[in-house]
């Protein structure tokens, strides 16, 4: 049986991506050993850094004051690392999720956060709007996407103090404008790739200004001066994800770039939160303007709450995998990241309306 995934993450990855991942894993760049057993100081593997570097900057058009930083330790990482290299005294942060507030959790070690909004007063269903960012903070910190309650900020907000952002479950899904940003970061895995990378977008001018010393691998300069010669290797790199981001990227490329996957995904995300709003028996969770198109959570309405065991079950017996919404929401999610094709889509809505027949 056909099966569709809407995994939240790790998720769906572009087919051409896993079976060159399957090739290399047998015979890397034609070395006659897999890409799991070669070394990183090969000039094939250097080739592969690079051009991954290269393809971050074309297709997002990143400019040359930014680099980009490949590293282990996925975005949580990035909770402290930002505010270790950035944070004077005082960090600003917008609170949409889970997320965020582990980030902000990771700053308080490094000085006051001002938590400028948040939207937990509604278990996080809407982005907050109408609040000021201090011109005395240090930075101000967004999560673009909030992965678990399927709110998105669709804009590149402008910010008086450098402007953080964690993309993890976002970034590619639409073309962003760089240089309103300080640093963009994200774990790999939903648009990206797999699992045991993470990116990081930074403009170098914004470092360099605190005076705390740094442990050698939290410090930006460590990634960024030895990223001149050998691009992310000051340690070993997680050789394997990177393999199958550069893949995952040369198919983004290939289908048009990410103004091509913003106009797709859209589009799915418009024919499902359509269907959601059409059929009786589902309501969605997420205020209606800040809706995301990569994460769209739904519940059972009221009167037909019983029946969301029986729709899991159906919907599984149709194909679909991994539909069920996180515990903080409840009810059903679906991730539908740039590699989620149309059809699983269209297979996902036509099970809804096949549900609502029989309900
Ligand atoms: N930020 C967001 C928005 C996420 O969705 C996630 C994971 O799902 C994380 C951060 C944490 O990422 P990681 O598991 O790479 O640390």
């Not at 051409?16 to 990183?40: C, K, M, Q, Y």
């Not at 709007?129 to 201090?134: D, E, M, R, V």
């Not at 797999?194 to 740094?214: H, M, N, S, T």
């Not at 028996?281 to 309405?301: H, P, Q």
């Amino acid at each position: 049986m056909q099966k569709y995934n809407f995994n939240a993450g790790p998720c769906v990855l572009p087919r051409p991506a896993v079976e060159s991942a399957i090739e290399a894993i047998r015979d890397f760049d034609n070395t006659g050993i897999g890409i799991l057993e070669i070394s990183h100081r090969t000039p094939g593997w250097e080739r592969i850094m690079k051009e991954t570097a290269d393809l971050w900057k074309e297709l997002l058009d990143i400019p040359d004051n930014y680099r980009v930083l490949l590293l282990g330790g996925g975005a949580s990482t990035q909770f402290f690392m930002v505010p270790a290299n950035l944070m004077k005294t005082k960090a600003a942060y917008l609170q949409t999720g889970v997320w965020a507030k582990k980030a902000i959790k990771e700053a308080k070690f490094y000085g006051e956060v001002e938590v400028v909004a948040s939207s937990d007063d509604k278990n996080y269903s809407y982005i907050p709007k109408g609040y000021t960012i201090p011109a005395d903070a240090d930075y101000f910190h967004i999560t673009t996407n909030n992965t678990i309650y399927g709110t998105e900020i669709h804009e590149d907000i402008d910010s008086p103090v450098p402007l953080v952002a964690d993309m993890s479950s976002d970034i590619m899904s639409r073309p962003v404008d760089i240089s309103k940003y300080g640093i963009i970061y994200g774990g790999a895995q939903k648009n990206v790739g797999p699992a045991g990378v993470a990116f990081v977008i930074v403009r170098e001018d914004i470092l360099g200004k605190i005076d705390r010393p740094l442990q050698t691998m939290v410090d930006y300069h460590t990634h960024i001066s030895d990223s001149e010669k050998n691009r992310s290797m000051f340690n070993t790199p997680p050789v394997f994800p990177i393999f199958v981001m550069h893949e995952t990227l040369k198919w983004v490329k290939e289908q048009g770039g990410v103004e091509a996957m913003h106009r797709l995904n859209k589009e799915k995300a418009g024919l499902l939160y359509d269907e959601i709003d059409r059929n009786k028996l589902f309501v969605g969770t997420a205020a209606k303007e800040d809706r995301s198109i990569m994460n769209v959570c739904f519940v059972m309405n009221e009167e037909y709450k019983d029946k969301e065991s029986a729709f899991l079950e159906f919907a599984k017996e149709r194909g679909m995998i991994g539909i069920k919404g996180h515990r903080s929401v409840g009810g059903f999610r679906a991730s539908i990241y740039n590699a989620c094709p149309k059809e699983a889509v269209e297979a996902l809505i036509r099970c809804m309306q096949d549900f609502e027949e029989q309900a």
